[in-house]
């Protein structure tokens, strides 16, 4: 006998009470899809998105393993600027530059690896409204979000872990990986 493929109830309802911890509404184990790590997480809503013409935004550098599953799903690759003066803030005038009909997702890797960046709240929030505005969802990587930066908090709004502000925001437009 296999296993769910979305996981083992006892799992999603673990993972569900954990992450409730940190946000204002509560999930519940259907919300929660595991999968073999951050890779397969990857894979899986690359497919998801993939449809003809459509095209996503990708920080350079970046996680090369994102590349490789957007050109296997057909998926246009635009790629957008972090701004080094900024702290590696993502450009967000290139983001709506580069975005149009056809763009489904952006990806944002906070912390940044091999950047170092952590974007500050108020950043995050404004990486989420011009997302809202352009009607694209956030693929957000925090697979580094119990890496501490030097003097760097892992705290936003007296939240716990919570290195971005996505649980604040309404559930749908969301894709965390490797969180």
Known sequence: MFTPTVGILPARRAIADYLNRDIPYKLCPDDVYLTIGSKQGIE?????????GANILLPPPGFPYYELWCAYNNLEMR????????GWEVDLDAVETLANANTVAMVIINPGNPCGNVFSYEHLNKVAETARKLGILIISDE??????????????????????PWGLYQRD???PVGA
Do not use: M, N
């Not at 899986?44 to 003809?52: D, K, M, Y």
């Not at 957008?80 to 900024?86: F, H, I, S, T």
């Open 79 to 86: 790629h957008y600027d972090l701004l080094p003066e900024k």
């Open 143 to 164: 697979a580094y979000d119990s890496i501490a930066f030097g003097s760097t908090r892992c705290e936003y709004s007296g939240q716990r872990r919570l290195f971005s």
């Open 173 to 175: 437009g969301l894709f």
């Open 44 to 52: 899986i809503v690359t497919a998801v998105l993939s449809r003809p």
